[in-house]
Nanobody
Framework: QVQLVGSGGGLVQAGDSLRPSCAAS????????MGWFRQRPGKEREFVGT????????YYADSVKGRFTVSRDKAKNTVSLQMNSLKPEDTAVYYC???????????????????WGQGTQVTVSS
């Protein structure tokens, strides 16, 4: 099974950038679409963005579209989340996740992701 280890969170000010990443090990990386989800204080876990298995397509939540970019490095077996123009409401624990599904409709649904990283805290001060 896939093991995912996240890193790269931190404390930043509004308007700053941050780039958490996730390293994968185990089965071939390109079998999986990779997603990012977040859980804000007192809220349910929510979809942020997903990149498909080949890296050719990405999908984003409306709240982050145009500010966040998901990318993957096949050589390093990593997936990253470039976060620009951060806002205090982006404060959350960010999780990377993997799904073997090729169905686009699954890519926004946390329940369709079988493997999860441990989460990394991102805090944005105003």
């Amino acid at each position: 099974q896939v093991q995912l280890v996240g890193s790269g969170g931190g404390l930043v000010q509004a308007g700053d950038s941050l780039r958490p990443s996730c390293a994968a090990s185990g089965p071939p990386f390109d079998r999986y679409a990779m997603g990012w989800f977040r859980q804000r204080p007192g809220k349910e876990r929510e979809f942020v963005g997903t990149i498909n298995w080949s890296g050719s397509s990405t999908y984003y939540a409306d709240s982050v579209k145009g500010r966040f970019t998901v990318s993957r490095d096949k050589a390093k077996n990593t997936v990253s989340l470039q976060m620009n123009s951060l806002k205090p409401e982006d404060t959350a624990v960010y999780y990377c996740a993997a799904t073997s599904s090729r169905y686009i409709g699954d890519y926004r649904n946390a329940n369709r992701f079988s493997y999860w990283g441990q989460g990394t805290q991102v805090t944005v001060s105003s």
